[in-house]
């Protein structure tokens, strides 16, 4: 299921890049292309046959049988506009894309019950990301979007981006020292500096103007730091409803007009962004990991810890081996 997963991420990569404009959307045919390669590698495995190394991509329609794979024309037609991409620089037009894309479509929905017994809209990306609690709200996410309320739907995908931040700014486990994506303790509205008046609490205007700015820093300091794309961020800020926490642990959204217009497809690119960004967070996975470890090495040692001190280089000893290259000796 996870390579069924990453086979759906690169097809949606391919649908994402196509959007671009030209000739940024000819990355569109790579990915694509890419996505076949690995679902067709994935369908001879669970057939048990056997690709050789040397097969050329149009070779596996015929590998694979007696199992009959649709749309050789239409792969063949990829192909060869990828071959015009990657060796002559010919970009591919936008009919020629979108004409990859509806045969990958059409590929990927025939092939994948007939040999895997799932649908493919079925395979859920979701399965890749290594955040649980980020993958349990998409989850939840989903649940809503499946009876058409894109709205909580998108406010679940909020709830799930912030805790993909949180996952690596403070972790669920303990470790050594502070993580290095944290920025500070976690800044919000209300952290607010007040002044004393003469009976009044006075907030000082450029103060507010600074804790804004601390807050919306650290922001895009953590998302930055874990390789998330920012503008693509932006634009997911911007479609999407603020979700605020209370006291009495309830967190709710303002359901404005622009939220309850809120559609399937705006849906279907957050959801893919919170992935994609998961993806990208996970190389962080190594370094928090390694926090965990020296945490449990160094937590409640059997001696205390010592102290040693720098002492410059090493000296040579008495018996230092000579290289044979600086050996004048041997010359003579």
């Known amino acids: 299921m996870q390579r069924l997963a990453y086979v759906r991420y690169l097809y949606r990569e391919g649908i994402e890049e196509s959007r671009r404009p030209t000739p940024l959307r000819s990355r569109a045919i790579t990915s694509f292309h890419d996505a076949v390669e690995n679902f067709i590698g994935l369908v001879a495995q669970q057939l048990g046959v056997e690709l050789k190394k040397n097969t050329e991509f149009l070779g596996y329609w015929e590998a694979v049988k007696p199992f009959e794979l649709p749309k050789k024309e239409q792969m063949r037609r990829l192909n060869d506009v990828r071959v015009a991409l990657k060796h002559n620089g010919t970009f591919p037009s936008e009919h020629q894309i979108e004409q990859a894309r509806e045969a990958l479509a059409d590929f990927f929905t025939t092939v994948t019950p007939k040999v895997f017994d799932v649908d493919f809209d079925a395979v859920d990306m979701v399965d890749l990301l290594t955040q649980p609690e980020t993958a349990r709200l998409v989850r939840e996410a989903q649940t809503h979007a499946d009876v ?185």
Request: proline share 7%; charged share 25%; hydrophobic share 40%.
């Open 148 to 332: 058409g309320d894109y709205p909580m739907a998108m406010a679940g995908l909020v709830l799930a981006f912030d805790a993909l931040l949180d996952h690596y700014a403070t972790g669920d486990r303990p470790t050594d020292g502070e993580s290095p994506f944290r920025f500070g303790a976690r800044l919000y509205r209300s952290d607010v500096v007040q002044i004393p008046g003469a009976g009044n609490t006075q907030i000082n205007p450029k103060l507010k103007k600074l804790g804004r700015f601390a807050m919306d820093a650290q922001d895009a300091l953590r998302v930055i730091s874990l390789g998330i794309d920012y503008p693509s961020l932006a634009r997911f800020r911007v479609m999407s409803p603020p979700v605020y926490g209370y006291a009495n642990g309830s967190q709710r959204f303002v359901d404005l007009p622009s939220v309850r217009a809120l559609s399937a497809d705006d849906y279907d690119w957050a959801r893919h962004f919170i992935i994609e960004s998961g993806l990208q967070a996970s190389r962080a996975d190594e370094i928090r990991g390694m926090q965990e470890r020296a945490h449990a090495l160094n937590w409640n040692p059997k001696t205390p810890f010592g102290e040693r001190s720098w002492t410059g280089p090493v000296e040579p000893t008495a018996h230092e081996e000579v290289s044979l290259f600086e050996d004048e000796t041997l010359d003579q």
